[in-house]
T-cell receptor, first 112, second 117 residues
Framework: SQKIEQNSEALNIQEGKTATLTCNYT??????LQWYRQDPGRGPVFLLL?????KEKRKERLKVTFDTTLKQSLFHITASQPADSATYLC???????????FGTGTKLQVIP | GAVVSQHPSRVICKSGTSVKIECRSL??????MFWYRQFPKQSLMLMAT?????????EQGVEKDKFLINHASLTLSTLTVTSAHPEDSSFYIC?????????????FGPGTRLLVL
């Protein structure tokens, strides 16, 4: 069955360092992989989308990589700030307006 | 752009009553809207997909008679939890997709916290 794994353990990182979050999947061939940020009691906010034929995508301090051979995406936040503290969700989209499947998210805590 | 609102943000009701949650796309026309449910420390679980003017498509295990979805216009979808019970207490989130904005991206509402006593 399809499975998406994100680190269930919270990730604590010192302010200014680079945070790296992992999303692994099995039995899935996504056309797109997306990353969202979710704050407590709020809906997810879209951050970045990367397509299956792309290796890397950047947006300001954010960088996403996508390795379809390893079935893994890495999400990096450089020069992390306390305001980056949130839960980050990866989502796999098979395309063609089919159902998007979300991971359980990794909680990031940036310590001042 | 691409703002989705939900109303109410929080609702407390007695067991057996019905609750209606509204989802609106404020600055775009949503050809497709999605309803999710999220329990604490769990992932978003898709409940149903609705296209404007047609019946919603429900995910396996979601009771269509209990969770009534209406997508009457390109900017409004409603989810009605009928005869709510304490186990229906959860965080309900809608999202919308519009080809005019981005074919691949879903834009989420802020969510509605439902507590059934």
């Amino acid at each position: 069955s399809q499975k998406i794994e994100q680190n269930s353990e919270a990730l604590n990182i010192q302010e200014g360092k680079t945070a790296t979050l992992t999303c692994n999947y099995t039995n899935y061939s996504p056309a797109y992989l997306q990353w969202y940020r979710q704050d407590p009691g709020r809906g997810p906010v879209f951050l970045l989308l990367i397509r299956e034929n792309e290796k890397e995508k950047r947006k300001e301090r954010l960088k996403v990589t996508f390795d379809t051979t390893l079935k893994q995406s890495l999400f990096h936040i450089t020069a992390s700030q306390p305001a980056d503290s949130a839960t980050y969700l990866c989502a796999l989209d098979p395309g063609g307006y089919q159902k998007v499947t979300f991971g359980t998210g990794t909680k990031l805590q940036v310590i001042p | 752009g691409a703002v989705v609102s939900q109303h109410p943000s929080r609702v407390i009701c007695k067991s057996g009553t019905s609750v209606k949650i509204e989802c609106r796309s404020l600055d775009f026309q949503a050809t497709t809207m999605f309803w999710y449910r999220q329990f604490p420390k769990q992932s978003l679980m898709l409940m149903a997909t609705s296209n404007e003017g047609s019946k919603a498509t429900y995910e396996q295990g979601v009771e269509k008679d209990k969770f009534l979805i209406n997508h009457a216009s390109l900017t409004l979808s409603t989810l009605t939890v009928t005869s709510a019970h304490p186990e229906d207490s959860s965080f309900y989130i809608c999202s919308a997709r519009a080809a005019s904005v981005s074919q691949e991206t879903q834009y989420f509402g802020p969510g509605t916290r439902l507590l059934v006593l």
